[in-house]
């Protein structure tokens, strides 16, 4: 599977951005896609998760109410809106997918196998 995401930029605070993944490859609806983000001197932190037919998602307590992901299995592609953009929010965003994810390892790096390469995001004060 080859990911490709797109539709970072820069932003004022309180804005919103919709980011997007391509994914190209394997059957897309086997595998389950996550967002991911890595800020300045930041480790990569989970961001979102879907299930592999998007009935199910969660994520992060830092983004809920603010950020929803969302996937088009006819399309092989996969959303992060992101609404009420804050500068803390500020980093590099990944698309992952995993084709053994579960809802109790969604938030764990090492349960998706193939990577995007990602795009930027600039949140400014």
């Known amino acids: 599977v080859q990911l490709q995401a797109s539709g970072g930029g820069l932003v004022q605070a309180g804005g919103s951005l919709r980011l997007s993944c391509a994914a190209s490859g394997r059957t897309f609806s086997s595998y389950a896609m996550g967002w991911f983000r890595q800020g300045p001197g930041k480790d990569r932190e989970f961001v979102a998760h879907s299930g592999r037919y998007g009935a199910s998602t969660n994520s992060a307590d830092s983004v809920k109410g603010r950020f929803t992901i969302s996937r088009d299995n006819a399309k092989n592609m996969v959303y992060l809106q992101m609404n009420s953009l804050k500068p803390e929010d500020t980093a590099t965003y990944y698309c992952?997918?995993?084709?053994?994810?579960?809802?109790?390892?969604?938030?764990?790096?090492?349960?998706?196998?193939?990577w995007g390469q990602g795009t930027q995001v600039t949140v400014s004060s």
């Open positions: 992952a997918a995993g084709a053994r994810v579960i809802s109790t390892t969604a938030r764990m790096i090492t349960s998706y196998d193939y």
